[in-house]
């Protein structure tokens, strides 16, 4: 198998879709010659040309109800935010508008749209630059989410997300984009809304996405050589939520540990703490469920600054160090 | 010599004008009387755009009416009793009771129908003439706003997208002159509204929306020079909502006086006269199709009571797609 990148995974699963129906449509600002400011679509003007690649005009709001619009009468639109920090701009269209549609017509259309937004911090580009704003987004019905972490992830599921007859927001994380992982070549889906281990363990289950897989997978390595054996949950999916994989982890390990980029606060680690609770997985619990998510203020441009205010490996491990013994509770 | 029509197609126009009227009127009632919930926006006083826009266009083109659209809907192709079915939040309404009354949309007769966030819908019609036109179809697609819709940034980037990609998206600005109880001539830096196409070099032109056989030779002469040369346009067509803005406007920012002088421009009545001295009816006539149009909505109505709704675990059905 070959090894490429995130954005590769991203450029072969749009250009494979793009050839295969003609209705796949990319649609964004800088994603012609110039390839989208991160590269995702780079060389794929030369094969599908201006009419399945629409450069779009600074017009956020206006494209993504553009993209809705056509969606419902035959063309399936991928829309690219430059920076998933605009997504304020185009929430309307997908909150107000794509979400809806077919639910307040009764079924009578379908919204078959993917819009792609990048996330994260750590690249120096402060606080309008750098958000993860998945939770905008978590509670409106009609949405599906995916957060994919590995290149393999990546393609099949933004395959799916192109296939399915539903609005799905793919976030990427800028950080990852340069991560290199084994990916076959050709066609394969991921089913949306199923998790995968990425880590089996025993003692505690590490539940995250994202940018936060690989930092959770390096502290479970490392907590192995303290003899603790952690699981680590990748969600790949928010929405639906594969509460039964979460629960199943959670009763062979009895300790849960949920962790994101995002701020902890309203994050998204709160719902799915809530499917532990409610879930027979609470009776196995051996100590109380702990979140890590991002500290309380803008993604700052100081770069010291900016590198603590996300969880990192020592985080993890020392949380999980807390939760295996007990989360200091007495029993 | 300006365009009229031919007697049969007075006559159904008429009947259009006269069914969009006594529809909302029955709608007014019928919330009056506690028979509908929620909230509705009529558009009396409009029926010369209702009976003078779709019936210009192809079958195959699309509307995208605005959330004062009951009238357009019927004039697409929907009967009083699909519309009427989901004010009632019946199953057998056009939206399965699911959308209400600011959301008609009836894909049947192309009818994209309306988003209830005002100018949200104006790039979805650019999007829908751009997929027409990767698709080489002749279609075009015709989307109503208000005046104060003008005022969204939607407005503004569907126009320069739509002049860019030359797509054949019409857009009419229904100017009523009011945005809910804001006047136009305060909120809008124009005078006229069409006058925004030329920052997105676009060809415009201001009507009188009063003028049924205007608007409808307007919009079709339009739209057939569109569909030779895909290209947009911005149509304004001057009216005047009678009604509120909704069902709890007391129209205190607006005089009676000023309210008078528009009723006195009916665009009914007009046309009736202009029909009359025509030969094409007589004022016997007009009354007896007064009186059928009143009696086909009031069974359409009454043919909506006691109807089944749709059951919690149906409408999950309409959330996600697979």
């Known amino acids: 198998m070959a090894e490429i990148t995130f954005l590769q995974a991203i450029n072969e699963a749009m250009s494979e879709e793009m050839r295969a129906n003609k209705n796949v449509v990319l649609i964004g600002e800088d994603i012609g010659i110039y390839g989208g400011c991160f590269g995702a679509s780079r060389g794929m003007l030369e094969e599908f040309g201006t009419d399945q690649m629409l450069e779009t005009p600074i017009s956020e709001e206006g494209f993504m109800d553009l993209a809705m619009g056509a969606s419902m009468i035959g063309m399936r639109p991928i829309v690219e935010i430059m920076f998933g920090d605009f997504s304020t701009l185009v929430s309307d269209g997908l909150i107000n508008h794509a979400a809806k549609y077919k639910f307040m017509t009764g079924g009578q259309v379908e919204v078959p749209l993917v819009f792609r937004a990048p996330f994260g911090s750590g690249t120096g580009a402060a606080a309008q630059h750098s958000q993860s704003l998945e939770t905008m987004f978590t509670n409106t019905p009609g949405l599906k989410i995916v957060y994919p972490a590995t290149p393999y992830d990546a393609k099949g599921l933004l395959k799916s997300a192109i296939r399915d007859n539903g609005p799905v927001l793919f976030f990427e994380n800028k950080l990852l984009y340069r991560a290199k992982g084994e990916v076959p070549e050709g066609d394969y889906t991921i089913e949306i809304g199923k998790a995968d281990i990425k880590r089996e363990g025993t003692d505690v289950s590490i539940i995250t996405y994202s940018r936060m897989l690989p930092v959770c997978l390096e502290a479970a390595e490392q907590l192995a050589a303290e003899g603790i054996s952690a699981e680590v949950v990748d969600l790949r999916s928010l929405k639906p939520l594969d509460t039964e994989t979460i629960i199943k982890s959670v009763m062979k390990t009895s300790r849960a540990l949920v962790v994101h980029e995002a701020p902890k606060f309203g994050g998204f680690a709160g719902e799915v703490v809530a499917a532990i609770m409610e879930s027979e997985a609470f009776y196995h619990l051996d100590a109380p469920v702990a979140r890590l998510g991002g500290k309380e203020m803008p993604v700052p441009y100081n770069p010291d600054i900016e590198k603590q205010i996300v969880p990192v490996i020592d985080d993890v491990k020392e949380t999980v160090r807390k939760l295996v013994n007990n989360g200091g509770v007495k029993v | ?322």
Request: hydrophobic content about 35%; overall charge neutral.
């Open chain 2, 1 to 322: 010599m300006a365009f009229e029509f031919g007697k049969k197609q007075s006559l159904e126009t008429m009947k259009l004008m006269l069914t969009s009227r006594r529809f909302e009127e029955k709608v007014n009632e019928m919330f009056m009387q506690g028979l509908i919930h929620g909230t509705t926006h009529l558009g009396i006083g409009q029926e010369a755009l209702h009976a003078g826009v779709s019936p210009a266009l192809d079958k195959d083109d699309w509307i995208l009416p605005n959330h004062r659209g009951h009238g357009h809907c019927i004039a697409k192709g929907s009967t009083p009793y699909d519309i009427m079915a989901e004010l009632m939040a019946i199953r057998d309404g056009v939206c399965k009771g699911m959308g209400g009354s600011m959301h008609i949309i009836d894909t049947r007769y192309k009818n994209m129908g309306s988003s209830g966030i005002v100018g949200s819908a104006i790039p979805m019609a650019v999007g829908m003439a751009l997929q027409m036109k990767r698709e080489g179809r002749k279609n075009v697609v015709c989307t109503m706003f208000g005046d104060a819709a003008s005022n969204r940034g939607t407005f503004h980037e569907a126009l320069n997208m739509a002049s860019i990609w030359k797509v054949p998206s019409l857009f009419l600005c229904e100017n009523n002159l009011y945005g809910m109880s804001v006047p136009a001539k305060y909120s809008v830096s124009v005078e006229d509204i069409a006058v925004r196409a030329t920052s997105y070099n676009m060809e415009s032109r201001v009507i009188d929306g009063n003028d049924v056989e205007l608007v409808y030779s307007t919009v079709k002469e339009i739209t057939d020079s569109m569909r030779m040369n895909p290209r947009p346009f911005l149509l304004e067509a001057k009216t005047y909502r009678w009604l509120g803005h909704s069902k709890s406007d007391r129209r205190e920012y607006r005089t009676k006086e000023e309210e008078a002088e528009w009723k006195e421009r009916c665009p009914i009545s007009m046309f009736k006269d202009k029909m009359i001295d025509r030969g094409f009816i007589t004022e016997k006539a007009f009354e007896k199709m007064k009186a059928d149009v009143e009696a086909e909505i009031d069974a359409a109505t009454e043919a909506c009571k006691g109807k089944e709704r749709v059951s919690l675990n149906e409408a999950f059905d309409y959330v996600y797609s697979s």
